[in-house]
């Protein structure tokens, strides 16, 4: 169960307006992004500067290199940095059995709200979070979020260490959620001394068991471990 959270500072368009970009720019780059480009900077001069001005950035680098030298980058960073991982229950879990059931939680959530995710999504990714959030129901989407809030810190300092133009979209999400708690703190410290952990015995795909449509489990799947990190499908 989640914890209490304080209510959101931002109007809900604007969290909507954020989140939804936030899930875009943090995709996989193709022509499509490309394409809209524009809407997404014409919509973050509806948010605070803290969330508009991070995605205005990463607009402006989108725009301004090849797709080829964007999509290298991309993998580069997303699939060779165990700190800069879209996969929120990665950085409590790792790839550990645990992270099954966490991603369990993860579905169950969404069926709470009607949401089936297409077989070729994990349910923990950022943007799948993101889009659910701004598009389904933003306050079971907040909550997923603000519960794995250590992980998304840790994975903005590693973007902004780092140097990736894609701090911009971790920044503006970060942006639209209350400031780090001791204890979120204490998490951060934690994950960025030791880093995710790992299987103590054998390494054997983590299994997260499928749901019924009253949310009850049904029969376990197995799922594989995506290659880049950072493509959601």
Not at 199 to 220: F, N
């Amino acid at each position: 169960m989640s914890r209490k959270y304080p209510k959101p500072a931002l109007a809900p368009e604007q969290l909507t307006i954020a989140w939804q970009s936030a899930s875009l720019l943090l995709d996989y780059p193709d022509e499509t992004l490309l394409e809209r480009l524009d809407l997404v900077r014409s919509a973050s001069h509806e948010l605070p500067a803290a969330a508009g001005e991070p995605i205005r950035r990463l607009v402006a680098h989108l725009e301004a290199t090849p797709l080829p030298e964007l999509q290298a980058d991309y993998v580069a960073t997303f699939d060779s940095r165990r700190r800069c991982n879209l996969f929120l229950t990665y950085f409590l879990h790792g790839d550990t059995r645990k992270r099954g059931m966490a991603l369990l939680r993860f579905k169950q959530t969404y069926l709470r709200s009607g949401h089936l995710l297409d077989d070729s999504e994990l349910p923990d990714h950022l943007c799948v979070v993101l889009e659910y959030a701004a598009t389904v129901d933003q306050h079971l989407g907040r909550a997923l979020l603000l519960d794995h809030r250590a992980g998304l810190e840790l994975l903005r300092l590693s973007l902004r260490d780092s140097g990736s133009p894609w701090t911009g979209a971790v920044e503006a999400v970060t942006a639209t959620l209350p400031p780090l708690r001791g204890d979120e703190r204490d998490a951060v410290r934690r994950l960025a001394a030791e880093g995710p952990p790992e299987e103590e015995v054998g390494l054997s795909p983590y299994v997260v068991p499928d749901v019924q449509t009253d949310g009850r489990p049904a029969e376990s799947e197995l799922l594989p471990v995506p290659s880049i990190p950072g493509a959601r499908s």
